[in-house]
């Protein structure tokens, strides 16, 4: 990694003005696209709270406008619905480019159908989208945060996970669409940097949870917790052996904003370094929200990842940044957000 870019942007986005009673920093203007999405709230929520001016762009094809709806009226909220596919004309100082339409659940129903047409979408989202972003942030100098992810690594054969393994991706699976999309943009990024000196930071974000996911988009953590809310049984896919590391939404905020206000270009693993099959995992959710609940096994999809556990040495070294929250402290602190969400959808519904 080395210290990059363009050295009149050097001096807006050096200085942290996180720690109090260092010298006032110039307010930024940041954008987040995606902003009202899942991660990206919590990211617009932790800009705006140090005093930042952000402006979401969001087509709410995953986002939800109450994810953010406490920040309208705020004189430093602006919020555009656009589709990041179309090209976009503003004045920055920094881009955190999250908008990505990533949603299992499509899978699922008329797999020929959907797998097609959500891939067409993925594609030229991820693909068209970053491009736009990238010519914005070359246009007028601005900072680039692309959240890549670790399904980059695909099926690894490298265990844990470093930033310098390739990957084992299926390129023509029925999963590809999303993690080849991801790695075009990464390349793009890096074009984008060697290419135009555009100053980029690189994300692999390994699986994240919190309040305000997606309630059905059938992520592993929102499908049991919400299973055991509702007093279903947790669907287990597969033997329910294979592992991943999950990651409690606020680690990751810290570690976007760590990694864009840093000198590194990355990539950087932000995960959370424990390990848990999913059998363990609904033995935790089992502990946190319901003694009761059982579980059901299923098959499971295509191309599964057996394992994934991040490395964070590096992020470790480089950025300053660990996870502190651990799975069990992580998962009640989404409870009462989704006891009140499923409560108001079964309250729409009349039961
Ligand atoms: P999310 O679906 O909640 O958020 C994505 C947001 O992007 C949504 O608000 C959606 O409406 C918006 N969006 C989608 N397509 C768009 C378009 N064409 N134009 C404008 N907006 C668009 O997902 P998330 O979990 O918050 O993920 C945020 C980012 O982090 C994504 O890039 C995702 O790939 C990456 N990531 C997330 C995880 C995780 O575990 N949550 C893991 C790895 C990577
Ligand atoms: N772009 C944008 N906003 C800008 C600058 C560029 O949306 O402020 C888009 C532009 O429409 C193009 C993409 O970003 O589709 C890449 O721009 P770049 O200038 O790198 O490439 P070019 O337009 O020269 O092909
Ligand atoms: N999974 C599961 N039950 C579910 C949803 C997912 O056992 O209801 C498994 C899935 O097969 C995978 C793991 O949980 O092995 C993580 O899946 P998720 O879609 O959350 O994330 P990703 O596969 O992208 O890491």
């Excluded at 265990?159 to 084992?168: A, S």
Aim: proline share 5%; glycine share 8%; net charge negative.
């Amino acid at each position: 990694d080395s210290k990059d870019g363009i050295s009149s942007d050097e001096d807006k986005s050096s200085v942290s003005g996180m720690i109090p009673g260092e010298i006032k920093r110039k307010r930024l203007r940041i954008v987040v696209t995606g902003g009202s999405g899942f991660v990206g709230s919590h990211l617009v929520d932790k800009l705006i709270g140090r005093s930042d001016e952000v402006i979401v762009i969001d087509n709410f094809f995953t986002g939800r406008k109450e994810n953010v709806v406490h920040h309208f009226g705020d004189s430093r909220f602006e919020f555009i619905r656009h589709d990041v596919v179309e090209p976009i004309l503003l004045e920055v100082d920094q881009i955190y480019h999250l908008a990505c339409p990533a949603s299992p659940v499509h899978y699922k129903y008329n797999p020929v159908k959907t797998i097609i047409s959500f891939f067409v979408f993925d594609i030229s989202t991820n693909v068209m989208g970053t491009l736009n972003m990238l010519g914005l942030a070359k246009r007028i100098g601005a900072r680039f945060l692309i959240t890549s992810t670790s399904e980059v690594y695909g099926d690894p054969l490298e265990h844990p996970q470093k930033e310098t393994y390739w990957g084992n991706v299926n390129p023509i699976g029925e999963r590809s669409c999303y993690d080849e999309g991801k790695r075009v943009s990464e390349t793009l990024a890096m074009d984008y940097h060697r290419g135009a000196g555009v100053e980029v930071r690189i994300a692999r974000i390994f699986n994240t949870y919190g309040p305000r996911m997606c309630l059905d988009d059938g992520r592993v953590v929102s499908n049991f917790v919400a299973q055991a809310i509702r007093k279903q049984p947790m669907t287990v896919y597969g033997d329910g052996k294979q592992t991943r590391s999950f990651q409690y939404v606020s680690d990751l905020v810290d570690g976007l904003v760590a990694l864009m206000e840093g000198e590194h270009v990355g990539p950087f693993n932000l995960g959370n370094p424990g390990e848990f099959t999913m059998l363990e995992l609904a033995e935790v959710v089992k502990e946190v929200i319901d003694p009761s609940s059982t579980i059901e096994f299923r098959p499971n999809t295509a191309d599964d990842p057996h394992k994934r556990k991040p490395d964070i040495t590096k992020a470790k070294e480089l950025l300053n940044w660990e996870p502190k929250i651990s799975l069990k402290e992580g998962l009640p602190r989404m409870v009462s957000d989704f006891r009140n969400r499923i409560l108001n959808e079964d309250e729409g519904k009349g039961t």
